[in-house]
Every structure is written in structure tokens, then in C-alpha cells.
Nanobody, 123 residues
Framework: QVQLVESGGGLVQAGGSLRLSCAAS????????MGWFRQAPGKERQFVAG????????YYADSVKGRFTISRDNAKNTVSLQMNSLKPEDTAVYYC????????????????WGQGTQVTVSS
């Protein structure tokens, strides 16, 4: 099991940028595929981006492709999500998660979750 703590959320104007970080403890992030999800009020949790544990391969939801970038720093045991050109519809609580399976878009494939960090994009 790995413990995850997100940080970096906040309030930003449309078109702005934020960088989210996820600090892991208990296990190394290189042992897992890592993902970012988000959940807006009244909506289901939605996949945003994922990265493999070994090769660093990445994949994204269509809604964020070209705007968001997921990365990992195995030495610091962290995973980050750089978010550019933010839109009001990106407003949500963002969660970091760990999985033994690479490539899944579904929350049920992820075993360990952080507590979330709020991102609010004003128009």
C-alpha cells in the first residue's frame, strides 16, 4: 500500500496554469502506474491522465490532451500534473491514485488514493 498526498490546487483564471503534486510514502511510485482523476460536484470521478511505473509512458483523457502533462520524479517519489490553458470546466477536486495496472481509465483499477486538492477556474 502507498500513501498519497496531493498539493498545489487553488483558484486561477481561465487561461492560467497550475501544477499539482502528489507525494508518495510507504512504497516507491516506480512500483506503480499512477493516475490523476477529478470529480466535480454531482458528477462521477473522471480519469484525467496516467503514467506507467517503468517506462514513463503517458496517456490522457481527450478533454485535457495538449493542455495537461503528467510526469514523475522517482528520486523524489512524486507525480505531478502540469495544467495549462485551464478552462472553467476543469474545476473539480483532483485526486492522485496508484494502480498495479497500467492503462486503465477506471477508478476501480486504482487501489490507493490521496485526499484530493481543489482546483477552481474562474471565467
Amino acid at each position: 500500500q502507498v500513501q498519497l498526498v496531493e498539493s498545489g490546487g487553488g483558484l486561477v483564471q481561465a487561461g492560467g496554469s497550475l501544477r499539482l503534486s502528489c507525494a508518495a510514502s510507504g512504497r516507491t511510485v516506480s512500483s506503480y502506474a499512477m493516475g490523476w482523476f477529478r470529480q466535480a460536484p454531482g458528477k462521477e470521478r473522471q480519469f484525467v491522465a496516467g503514467i506507467s511505473g517503468s517506462s514513463g509512458n503517458t496517456y490522457y483523457a481527450d478533454s485535457v490532451k495538449g493542455r495537461f502533462t503528467i510526469s514523475r520524479d522517482n528520486a523524489k517519489n512524486t507525480v505531478s500534473l502540469q495544467m495549462n490553458s485551464l478552462k472553467p470546466e476543469d474545476t473539480a477536486v483532483y485526486y492522485c491514485a496508484a494502480s498495479i495496472y497500467y492503462g486503465s481509465y477506471y477508478p476501480r483499477a486504482y487501489n490507493d488514493w490521496g485526499q484530493g486538492t481543489q482546483v477552481t477556474v474562474s471565467s
